[in-house]
């Protein structure tokens, strides 16, 4: 159940970082959970839970790679 909070925490991270406003970061973190109900109604078709956290943890990449 993590998963829809997960793509907006490292959304919205990765604005922040790059000295994005607060109502960007915001919108974003609105905006990104919108379409992760797709995700949980493609999942009976196989396991896609490794390639949804895949996905979301590839907006933190450059937040680490710049720390």
Same mark, same amino acid.
């Given at each position: 159940?993590?998963? &829809?909070? *997960? &793509?907006?925490?490292?959304?919205?991270?990765?604005? #922040?970082?790059? +000295?994005? +406003?607060?109502?960007?970061?915001?919108?974003?973190?609105?905006?990104?959970?919108? $379409?992760?109900?797709? %995700?949980?109604?493609?999942?009976? #078709?196989? &396991?896609?839970? $490794?390639?949804? *956290?895949?996905?979301?943890?590839?907006?933190?990449? $450059? %937040?680490?790679?710049? +720390?």
């Amino acid at each position: 159940m993590l998963l &829809p909070g *997960l &793509p907006a925490l490292s959304l919205v991270t990765l604005g #922040r970082e790059f +000295r994005g +406003r607060a109502v960007l970061a915001g919108a974003v973190a609105l905006t990104a959970v919108a $379409p992760v109900m797709g %995700v949980y109604e493609s999942m009976d #078709r196989g &396991p896609l839970l $490794p390639f949804a *956290l895949g996905v979301t943890l590839t907006a933190v990449a $450059p %937040v680490a790679l710049r +720390r």
